[in-house]
């Protein structure tokens, strides 16, 4: 029977732990210098799996980054594979349009397959993002998740 109460007690501690409640004391903020959005005047990229629980393979090298352009709207223009990032700068690409899009601090380029350099598409910049995430309790500073 007690082992039937610790197996209990188990199963509820784990599923509160699935629907905690996320305060704003416990987000992270995570600088432009994260590079994980990028921002400009029509729209933005932001990165899919860049935070939270995809997050662990991003960084760990075993997945690779997707990116989303919206419009000011929050509608989907495109998506993008990260093919590397450098310093400052990172470059996404789009396999079925062939082209590749240049994010800098300061502008944007695209280049289309067989193009050596970009051309300037907007001027925009890296920002900051509000990481709310379950991982960012895991990987940061939170014990929020204590049962």
């Given at each position: 029977?007690?082992?039937?109460?610790?197996?209990?007690?188990?199963?509820?501690?784990?599923?509160?732990?699935?629907?905690?409640?996320?305060?704003?004391?416990?987000?992270?903020?995570?600088?432009?210098?994260?590079?994980?959005?990028?921002?400009?005047?029509?729209?933005s990229f932001q990165c899919d799996n860049c935070?939270?629980?995809?997050?662990?393979?991003?960084?760990?090298?075993?997945?690779?980054?997707?990116?989303?352009?919206?419009?000011?709207?929050?509608?989907?223009?495109?998506?993008?594979?990260?093919?590397?990032?450098?310093?400052?700068?990172?470059?996404?690409?789009?396999?079925?349009?062939?082209?590749?899009?240049?994010?800098?601090?300061?502008?944007?380029?695209?280049r289309t397959e067989g193009e050596q350099t970009?051309?300037?598409?907007?001027?925009?910049?890296f920002i900051s993002v509000v990481d709310c995430?379950?991982?960012?309790?895991?990987?940061?500073?939170?014990?929020?998740?204590?049962?």
């Amino acid at each position: 029977m007690p082992l039937f109460v610790l197996a209990a007690m188990l199963t509820v501690c784990m599923a509160g732990s699935l629907f905690a409640v996320v305060h704003a004391k416990d987000c992270v903020t995570r600088g432009p210098n994260s590079m994980i959005a990028w921002k400009y005047e029509g729209g933005s990229f932001q990165c899919d799996n860049c935070i939270g629980a995809h997050a662990v393979g991003v960084n760990s090298g075993t997945v690779r980054r997707r990116w989303t352009e919206y419009d000011k709207d929050r509608n989907i223009l495109n998506s993008f594979v990260e093919e590397h990032r450098e310093g400052k700068k990172l470059v996404l690409h789009d396999e079925s349009r062939g082209m590749s899009i240049l994010l800098r601090s300061d502008l944007s380029g695209i280049r289309t397959e067989g193009e050596q350099t970009f051309r300037q598409l907007y001027s925009g910049a890296f920002i900051s993002v509000v990481d709310c995430t379950l991982t960012a309790f895991v990987l940061g500073k939170s014990t929020a998740l204590k049962c």
